[in-house]
Structures are given as structure tokens and as C-alpha cells.
Nanobody
Framework: QVQLVESGGGLVQAGGSLRLSCAAS????????MGWYRQAPGKQSELVADIFRNGSTNYADFVKGRFTISRENAKNMVYLQMNSLKPEHTGVFYC???????????????WGTGTLVPVSS
């Protein structure tokens, strides 16, 4: 079984910065794509950013230029640096990873339980 644990969320004022971290642990053969989704109040979850094992990244339009995703492959960790935060960035941020638990087993999506990031005006 693969577990993902997020950390770093919390209340932040508009214009401030926050760094989210996510650690994957458990039975892991290889971790492929890692990323972050956000669920804003009353809305569906949406992709914030993801990063492939080779470091290639993909960002949602609403975070380009403000958020930076990175990862440490040796530690199976992914980070989200969030700068110049706005109240509309508020939401629960979920970490995910596309992970193969063992050799020959198809990679599956695993999810963290989420970390709340309220941005006050």
C-alpha cells in the first residue's frame, strides 16, 4: 500500500507565500507523475500542477507565474511553492502520485487526505 501525506497548509494573508510538501511512502517500486489538485469551496477539484519524473511540469492557467512545483525523486517527495497568494486560491490541496507498488504491477493513482489553505483578504 502507498500512503501520501501532505504538510504545510494553513491560514495565509493575501500576498503571502506558503510551501506545501507531500511525502509518498509504503510499498513503492517507482513513482511516476506527482502533482497537486485543489478543491475550492463549492467547486469541483481541479489540477493545480504536476511534474513528471524527468522534471517536466504542467501548470493550470490560474497559477502560472505564482506557483512552482518541484520534486525530490530520491525521497519520493513533491513540493508546491505558492507565492503572491490571492483569496481565490483558497481551497483544500490534495497531493497525488502515479505509483507502481511493485515490479510488473500497473501504476495507480494514490491520493493524500488534503491540506487546507485559506487565504484571507
Amino acid at each position: 500500500q502507498v500512503q501520501l501525506v501532505e504538510s504545510g497548509g494553513g491560514l495565509v494573508q493575501a500576498g503571502g507565500s506558503l510551501r506545501l510538501s507531500c511525502a509518498a511512502s509504503g510499498s513503492i517500486f517507482s513513482v511516476n507523475t506527482m502533482g497537486w489538485y485543489r478543491q475550492a469551496p463549492g467547486k469541483q477539484s481541479e489540477l493545480v500542477a504536476d511534474i513528471f519524473r524527468n522534471g517536466s511540469t504542467n501548470y493550470a492557467d490560474f497559477v502560472k507565474g505564482r506557483f512552482t512545483i518541484s520534486r525530490e525523486n530520491a525521497k519520493n517527495m513533491v513540493y508546491l511553492q505558492m507565492n503572491s497568494l490571492k483569496p481565490e486560491h483558497t481551497g483544500v490541496f490534495y497531493c497525488y502520485s502515479l505509483t507502481a507498488a511493485s515490479w510488473g504491477v500497473p501504476a495507480l493513482d494514490y491520493w493524500g487526505t488534503g491540506t487546507l489553505v485559506p487565504v484571507s483578504s
